[in-house]
């Protein structure tokens, strides 16, 4: 089976996309294609359910009207099409109807990420978080926080915290750095695969005891012009 080259279409609104998406689909079928190895994807749940719908009302018209077949065999650019050949590929879309990938980008990724969890360091119920959702969650983590801060101490903490992350940008939230924070310990999190414990390469011995006090005074006497800022660095 000989399938024909990738194909790149530039269309606006309302030039009939769908309609050659539709086609598409329908010539990689009828050129002996799997349509389960096929993916359309799309940006609404309402444009998939009319590319899926406009795949199958198009193959069903063609094969109960010579008109129709006539009329997708010259969008398609055939000469004719077989009666025989179009009622194999309504049966083969009708049998495998559930297992079209038809869907929207965004299901799409989110079955990989599924499929794919532990490659992407991400837990077995992973899932999609929109904007409204993802509002939600943030509410949610930033009480957990702060119904731990039930001391003075605790409070004192996390406030010098907070200051030292802003850089005492009174501009910069608090939400905003926090999730600052999040983003720089998601990698580590991720390698780790979530162990609450990371440091087992260190060996059973720990990790080996290096003295810095030579390394310290060499910094010391380091080129004169930048003496003060080390001398800050090391203490």
Do not use: N
């Amino acid at each position: 089976m000989t399938l024909p080259p990738h194909a790149r279409v530039l269309a606006s609104a309302g030039t009939g996309k769908t309609h050659r998406l539709s086609s598409r689909y329908l010539d990689l079928v009828l050129r002996g294609a799997d349509p389960r190895t096929l993916l359309a994807t799309t940006f609404t749940r309402a444009a998939a359910a009319e590319i899926r719908q406009r795949v199958l009302v198009r193959v069903a018209k063609a094969v109960l009207d010579d008109a129709d077949s006539r009329l997708l065999a010259t969008d398609l650019g055939l000469d004719r099409l077989a009666p025989d050949e179009l009622e194999r590929v309504l049966g083969e879309l009708l049998r495998h109807l559930s297992e079209l990938q038809i869907c929207t980008i965004d299901s799409f990724v989110a079955r990989l990420t599924t499929v794919g969890s532990q490659e992407l360091g991400l837990g077995t119920a992973a899932e999609l978080v929109y904007d409204d959702r993802e509002r939600g969650l943030q509410a949610r983590i930033l009480r957990r926080i702060f119904d731990r801060l039930d001391s003075e101490e605790a409070l004192r903490t996390f406030a010098d915290s907070i200051e030292g992350l802003s850089k005492g940008s009174p501009a910069q939230s608090i939400t905003d750095t926090l999730q600052e924070i999040v983003g720089f310990g998601l990698p580590p999190f991720h390698e780790t695969r979530g162990r609450v414990a990371p440091w087992h390469w260190a060996g059973e011995d720990g990790l080996e005891t290096v003295d810095l006090t030579p390394i310290v005074g060499d910094l010391r006497t380091a080129a004169a012009g930048h003496s003060k800022s080390i001398t800050r660095a090391v203490e």
